[in-house]
């Protein structure tokens, strides 16, 4: 019953918004393609309005997704883009292409199908208001006002325009989805690609850190276990002799071993962190957080634990993020949001230092590694950080609640 009441809720406010947004929508895109067509033959410059057109057309159907996201609860994937032309030509035929295909025509009959809905939704109210009120006054066939009668029309009125708004918020909910959306051939496409990329990025990320776990055990425990080994030796041949000695060497054979079995500790800690496990993203940031020389807040809005890899993928980001903060961002604060979408979990993670942050720098580490990591798991990582800053890290990776 309450999904019900809010459906209903959300497509009233979808078809109000449609009979004056859709209006808006279809004008415009009309109104620059007959211009556009009709100037093309004076000197080309009806070719620019067509570009023009083409642009618009995407941030309106952009808009439109992520309006009927944000009402009905459907995930809407996008048309593949076209490649960026790098010569004059392909630009040209690319502008023609798009302006005749179907991507673009898809996205004004999506406006035209909302525009009447949403003019009909008002014109509902009108109507009912207008009967109602007749009636209430005794305008309408000249009689008396019936209190019963005026109760029955504002119930009927009202049964009407909810299983119209019910009706038809269905009917927009399908339409957003298939003439906004990629075809079933082209989502298909663009969902193997995603795994075919995800999978490469598992086997980069696999191999960063196998990388990573090799170095930190040649370069740190194993050569305090071989320093062990010979103090051990040389404390064995010292027993007879000299007892004083062989035990100074076992008091150092000792401390090294408690001082490798802690950097073992902290190694185990970077493949899996036990405190994730056990308290979850919020403790688990918090004490990543209060490590970091950048003062930094945590804030973590989530309706439930996610999975474990979900966890693991956007800790594992948000550290190597707040590290490369301290270390290159000269910022004097840090912050760490992480949401729900209704696909996804989030990550922001935000510093007002000097910027010039990038994928790719590093030689595979760094922000490379975080988004190997991140493409493993299915999930996208955005970077924005212009020179002089500030820099804004965003993870989403998908997660069923």
């Known amino acids: 019953m309450r999904k019900r009441l809010l459906f209903l809720w959300a497509a009233a406010a979808d078809l109000a918004i449609d009979g004056l947004l859709g209006v808006t929508w279809l004008t415009i895109m009309l109104s620059l393609l007959a211009t556009g067509v009709s100037a093309v033959p004076a000197f080309g410059i009806g070719i620019g309005l067509l570009w023009l057109t083409v642009q618009l057309g995407r941030g309106i159907r952009f808009v439109e997704r992520r309006r009927a996201e944000a009402l009905y609860g459907v995930v809407i994937v996008p048309p593949p883009a076209r490649p960026a032309a790098t010569t004059f030509g392909?630009?040209?035929?690319?502008?023609?292409?798009?302006?005749?295909?179907?991507?673009?025509?898809?996205?004004?009959?999506?406006?035209?199908?909302?525009?009447?809905?949403?003019?009909?939704?008002?014109?509902?109210?009108?109507?009912a208001i207008d009967l109602v009120g007749d009636l209430a006054t005794g305008r309408f066939g000249g009689t008396l006002a019936n209190p019963a009668l005026v109760a029955l029309a504002a119930v009927v009125a009202a049964a009407v325009l909810v299983a119209y708004t019910a009706g038809a918020g269905l009917l927009d909910r399908h339409l957003s989805v298939s003439l906004l959306g990629a075809s079933a051939k082209a989502a298909l496409e663009q969902r193997v690609d995603r795994l075919q990329d995800a999978r490469q990025g598992a086997v980069d990320s696999a191999q960063a850190e196998r990388q990573r776990i090799e170095r930190d055990l040649h370069d740190g425990v194993q050569p305090r276990l071989v320093s062990v080994a010979m103090t051990l030796g040389l404390a064995r041949s010292k027993f007879a002799d000299d007892p004083e000695g062989a035990k100074a060497l076992l008091d150092e054979a000792h401390r090294e071993t408690k001082e490798s079995i802690t950097e073992l500790r902290h190694l185990a800690r970077g493949i899996h962190p036990a405190v994730l496990t056990d308290r979850g993203l919020d403790a688990a940031l918090s004490a990543v957080a209060s490590h970091c020389t950048v003062p930094t807040s945590v804030r973590v809005d989530l309706p439930q634990r996610p999975s474990k890899e979900t966890e693991a993928v956007l800790y594992f980001a948000v550290s190597e993020a707040l590290a490369n903060a301290s270390k290159h961002s000269r910022a004097s604060g840090c912050s760490v949001s992480v949401t729900a979408t209704p696909t996804a979990v989030r990550a922001v993670v935000f510093d007002n230092g000097i910027g010039g942050a990038a994928v790719g720098r590093g030689g595979g580490t760094g922000l490379s590694g975080m988004a190997d990591r991140v493409r493993a798991a299915g999930g996208s990582l955005t970077v924005d950080s212009p020179a002089g800053g500030p820099t804004v890290l965003t993870v989403e990776v998908p997660c069923a609640f």
């Open 90 to 127: 392909g630009w040209l035929a690319g502008t023609f292409v798009e302006t005749f295909g179907a991507t673009l025509w898809k996205g004004i009959l999506h406006h035209l199908t909302t525009t009447v809905l949403g003019l009909v939704f008002w014109g509902l109210i009108g109507s």
